[in-house]
């Protein structure tokens, strides 16, 4: 069976911090769902930017692409840049992606959101910083 | 015996959806855990801001502040700007907050960063997603 590409997509700064936490957060899903074929993307100011990861998964055996922006929320990044990059339309989340002359399907994930476990990794940086005092 | 107050603050934006996710965050966070005061504050663009809920603070009854920012990663805001305006020198994590004539702990916790619970929310929108297909 052929694994699925998974692309996660940051922000990218001047500073080293987001792009340390897209590539570890890249590492340890990779590690964790070894059915994915996991690569990092920066919309801006790190690399590989979008364009060159999509052409580093026309090299995989994938029959199918996800890609995931690692991003608290939506904004104008989400809603227009990465649809624009990877060939959707604005507010379409399934597509093809081209690969060795064929086209497998592409989706496009929503970003983080509001979720439980968000509210859980609030709580527990709460609590780490408390047990300073 | 007194809760401790938890400061959520969020970036903010021109559209709605860091406004929202922030203040979502803050209810799942209060829901759960009854032992805090929640309230949310703003960076930019949106309200209340950080100063505004500092104030707010003032009129409950805590015996420690919590500020955690909800940032996916270290930049200028949580590196120089928040602690500025929380009264922290840069690089300090551990002050104090006036209160009713007293002073009280305050701490500032770290950014969401590098945790296997975000490898897992971005595992579950990939998931999500390729249930389109």
Known sequence: MERKGMLLVGHGSKLPYN????ESTGKIVQER?????VKCA?????SPSIEESL??????????LVVVP????KG???VKDIPGLIGLPEGAHKGTFAINGR?????YAEPIGSDPLLADLMAKNAKNALALI
Chains 1, 2 share one sequence.
């Open 55 to 64: 052409n580093e998964f026309k090299k995989e055996k994938i029959d199918a």
């Open 33 to 37: 769902h070894p059915e994915y074929v």
């Open 42 to 46: 920066f919309m801006n100011m790190n």
């Open 103 to 107: 086209e497998i399907p592409l989706v």
């Open 19 to 22: 792009q340390e936490l897209v």
């Open 76 to 78: 104008v990044h989400i």
């Open 70 to 73: 690692l991003f608290l929320a």
